[in-house]
């Protein structure tokens, strides 16, 4: 079997003015070369990085065509070793040609790339991994056999006793480290919450638009998501209690609402927690990324007004460490501790012990704080270099919001346009962006795209992918 690298000479350009997208011209360029023969199986194929370098275009435009083939069987990646075309693959015919455009994929929500504009990461260049890693290296000298044994399954008790300090002193949240659960992110969160409080057939609220992910949870613990609209003071209270007043709980993006980012109003915070008592339902507060608000201080956690014990407290790291790190937190009312005790015996794993112990050091030590302090600034900069860099470009044909907290800028698109079509065109060349009719169950938003400023590094770099984005238009 052949493992050499397969090497046409210089590559002829791709065709601009072809109606098939660059990615699917290489898709179809290298399934034609298998099928005719020319490239034979186990012969090893042009890296992504040596291709884009030779056709001028983005890795992301080159990945999207390998992952085509490898998910049709042609190539197979080999880590270090390289892609070579699939062993033992029998060469076919060539199909006819495709005459339609496909769209991208849809978003995962938690994509595991790295593109511009993706929903989700913080400025991963910005993070002190000097500082990480000296933590990491630290933690990992001082294990000891105890350490390398089953995580406890509630979570570390020296990081659920920093979390609970850095919540009551940041978010003004009064809690004992007992009320703290580690999990694996806002999907374990949501899962563990089912499965303590909520029973199949339960009326839920939740914003409409809202983060997609949660009507998918709520529709896998066969709970009935009830979509309530939210206006300029985020969720319309009294909606919610037309539509389902006997609902048994209500998930809420108070803070920053995901994802018009406008935050809920203190009439409609006062009018969700009377309800909550009233009718003895739960509220989950989503605080995402609570932390960053650029035009005051950040607003005190909906969490830190509940009298009546019933709200419980959803925060993660992924937004303010970085996503990969997969820990979370859930604060739950004092009366609760026990069930939630009993429900995570069952189910939880714990999150990596090591993790943890990194985690807690990088608090414990001030570096956790002053790490939000830089990305507040650091953010607040890049949304506004962002939107600058954007509107230069796109100005005269789209509306550039910039909202005064959270990580993503809102482009709204004219009447009749279709945000679905133009996010998958952008995904498509090797950029990011999602669509906010997505984001909604009523299906009656005006067209716009959500993405993410974090890690768009200054003015120049965002007028140079608004030029992209206008040829997408």
């Known amino acids: 079997m052949s493992t050499d690298q397969h090497q046409p000479g210089t590559i002829a350009p791709l065709d601009p003015a072809a109606r098939e997208p660059y990615y699917r011209q290489i898709y179809l360029r290298f399934r034609s070369a298998i099928g005719s023969g020319l490239l034979k199986p186990g012969d090893r194929i042009p890296s992504a990085r040596a291709l ?3 056709l001028g275009l983005s890795r992301g435009t080159i ?5 085509l083939l490898t998910a049709e069987g042609y190539i197979q990646p080999r880590g270090q070793a390289g892609t070579i075309v699939t062993p033992g693959l029998k060469p076919q015919a060539e199909a006819a040609p495709v005459t339609s455009r496909p769209e991208a ?10 593109r511009p504009f993706q929903m989700g990461l913080p400025a991963l260049d910005a993070f002190p991994r000097k500082i990480w890693a000296r933590l990491g290296a630290r933690c990992i000298r001082a294990m000891q056999p105890i350490d390398m044994a089953h995580p406890p399954v509630l979570g570390l008790p020296a990081l659920r006793t920093e979390i609970a300090t850095y919540l009551q002193v940041s978010r003004g949240i009064d809690c004992r480290p007992a009320q703290v659960f580690l999990t694996s992110g806002y999907r374990h969160t ?5 499965h303590a409080l909520l029973q199949p057939g339960d009326q839920v609220w939740m914003e409409d638009p809202g983060y997609p992910p949660t009507r998918e949870l709520l529709a896998h613990m066969r709970a009935e998501a009830i979509p309530v609209p ?4 985020g969720m319309i209270v009294a909606e919610g209690i037309a539509a389902a007043p006997g609902a048994r709980a209500a998930v809420v993006t108070p803070a920053h609402q995901s994802p018009l980012c406008v935050a809920l109003s203190l009439p409609r915070r006062m009018a969700l927690l009377e309800w909550a008592a009233r009718s003895e339902a739960w509220i989950v507060e989503d605080d995402y990324d609570g932390e960053y608000r650029y035009i005051s201080r950040p607003l005190p956690a909906l969490k830190s007004m509940d009298r009546d014990g019933r709200v419980l407290y959803s925060g993660t790291f992924s937004k303010v460490l970085f996503p990969g790190i997969r820990l979370a937190y859930l604060v739950v009312p004092e009366a609760q501790v026990a069930r939630f005790e009993d429900v995570s015996r069952v189910l939880t794993g714990g999150p ?10 990088f608090i414990r030590e001030g570096h956790f704080a002053r790490h939000i302090q830089r990305m507040r600034k650091l953010y607040a900069e890049r949304r506004d270099a962002t939107a600058a ?6 100005g005269r044909q789209l509306r550039i919001d910039t909202p005064p907290g959270g990580m993503h800028l809102i482009l709204r698109l004219p009447e009749g346009q279709s945000d679905r079509a133009l996010a998958a065109r952008i995904r498509a060349d090797g950029m990011y962006a999602e669509a906010l009719s997505a984001w909604t169950v009523r299906g009656d938003s005006p067209p716009a795209l959500l993405l993410n400023f974090t890690n768009i590094e200054d003015e120049h770099a965002a007028a140079a992918l608004g030029e992209r984005i206008s040829k997408l238009l």
């Open 190 to 194: 949501m899962e563990l919450i089912g």
């Open 63 to 67: 990945e999207t065509a390998y992952a």
């Open 230 to 233: 939210v206006d300029g003071d």
């Open 105 to 114: 994929p849809p978003p995962s929500y938690r994509p595991d790339t790295v």
């Open 389 to 394: 860099g954007l509107r230069s470009v796109l």
């Open 352 to 361: 990596p012990q090591l993790t943890q112990a990194i985690v807690t050091a």
């Open 52 to 54: 884009t370098k030779e």
